[in-house]
Nanobody
Framework: QVHLVETGGGLVQAGVSLRLSCAASGPTFSNYAMGWFRQAPGKEREFVAAISGMASTTTYANSVKGRFTITRDNAKNTVYLQMNSLKPEDTAVYYC????????????????WGQGTQVTVSS
């Protein structure tokens, strides 16, 4: 069982940066690929970024490529999402998730989920 807790959300203006963190329980954090997803009101949950267990592979949604960076610190059991040049359309609840498989983009392939953290970007 992996327990995930996201922090770092908030209300910011367009153009600024924000870093989300996701702390994981359990001693085998590096065995899991980690992903970030987001869900805006009235929309389906969508993939944002993912990283493999040893951070050798990262994957991004086209909408955030070049602005967001996913990293992880396995010694701290934490995955991060650095979000730069935020736009109002980035407003959503952001969730981190853990996958026993690779850094996939499909939400149903993730085994554990956090409770989410709200990011609101004003124009």
């Amino acid at each position: 069982q992996v327990h995930l807790v996201e922090t770092g959300g908030g209300l910011v203006q367009a153009g600024v940066s924000l870093r989300l963190s996701c702390a994981a329980s359990g001693p085998t954090f590096s065995n899991y690929a980690m992903g970030w997803f987001r869900q805006a009101p009235g929309k389906e949950r969508e993939f944002v970024a993912a990283i493999s267990g040893m951070a050798s592979t990262t994957t991004y949604a086209n909408s955030v490529k070049g602005r967001f960076t996913i990293t992880r610190d396995n010694a701290k059991n934490t995955v991060y999402l650095q979000m730069n040049s935020l736009k109002p359309e980035d407003t959503a609840v952001y969730y981190c998730a853990a996958s026993r498989g690779g850094p996939v983009t499909t939400a149903s392939l993730y085994n554990y989920w956090g409770q989410g953290t709200q990011v609101t970007v004003s124009s």
